[in-house]
């Protein structure tokens, strides 16, 4: 059990740092949400899920903001995100400074510097087809994977709710943004089945840069301890 306990822990921590993107599905109210509407969010699906497709990586700097219910308080990050299909991405933290999450495409590390440990687990244990994240790790499809709905739209761009279509997941609900026009993700928020609510904004978000493998190799800091879970 302790060791299932150290996965979730790790599952909830990136969660929140990340990003999290996608889940809980959302019912269609009314008999005038029909073939219209499905057509539209079949539509987009499509589009977001070729953006990446096509790109094969990208870039961006992120913002993230985390509503803590029981403590009436916020924690704040930032930094800059890296994900080249499939199965790579590094999170690199400026604030909290010096912690970073790293998935190299078989193993998710995420390094606590103030406990000087790298926690391991393996890449499919976390990032399942049916959680957040997968599409953009290459690792899911949207239209296979998930039930979509259009909300509507917010600032000028779409908000979609995605859910698996298995049996739903612990985050309780995420809303997406994503762009009219170049269909990136702009944002997640993400309310968890406690009701914190965490907001996470990329902004420069750059496609098809050309990432290099050797971004995504483990390079473990001297005197850290790597602690493998869940394997």
């Known amino acids: 059990m302790h060791g299932r306990s150290k996965v979730r822990k790790l599952q909830g921590l990136l969660f929140a740092a990340l990003v999290g993107l996608l889940i809980l599905p959302a019912k269609l109210s009314g008999e005038s949400q029909d073939r219209g509407d499905k057509s539209q969010e079949a539509s987009i699906v499509d589009q977001l899920q070729k953006s990446y497709d096509a790109a094969g990586d990208f870039t961006a700097d992120f913002r993230q903001e985390t509503e803590i219910k029981t403590l009436s308080r916020s924690l704040k990050a930032r930094g800059k995100v890296y994900f080249k299909r499939p199965g790579k991405m590094l999170w690199r933290y400026d604030e909290p400074k010096g912690q970073w999450v790293l998935a190299d495409g078989k193993s998710l590390y995420l390094y606590q510097p103030e406990q000087s440990q790298i926690l391991k687990s393996p890449l499919r244990n976390a990032f399942r087809s049916d959680i957040p994240l997968s599409f953009l790790l290459g690792l899911g499809s949207l239209k296979r ?32 943004g994503v762009d009219r026009q170049a269909f990136d993700v702009l944002w997640a928020r993400i309310r968890d089945a406690v009701g914190n609510l965490t907001t996470v904004r990329f902004i420069n978000m750059k496609k098809g840069v050309g990432l290099k493998d050797s971004l995504f190799r483990l390079q473990v800091p001297d005197g850290v301890d790597v602690v493998e879970i869940g394997s």
């Open 145 to 176: 994977d998930f039930k979509v709905t259009v909300k509507g739209q917010e600032e000028g761009h779409y908000v979609l709710k995605l859910g698996p279509k298995g049996e739903a997941g612990a985050l309780g609900e995420i809303e997406l």
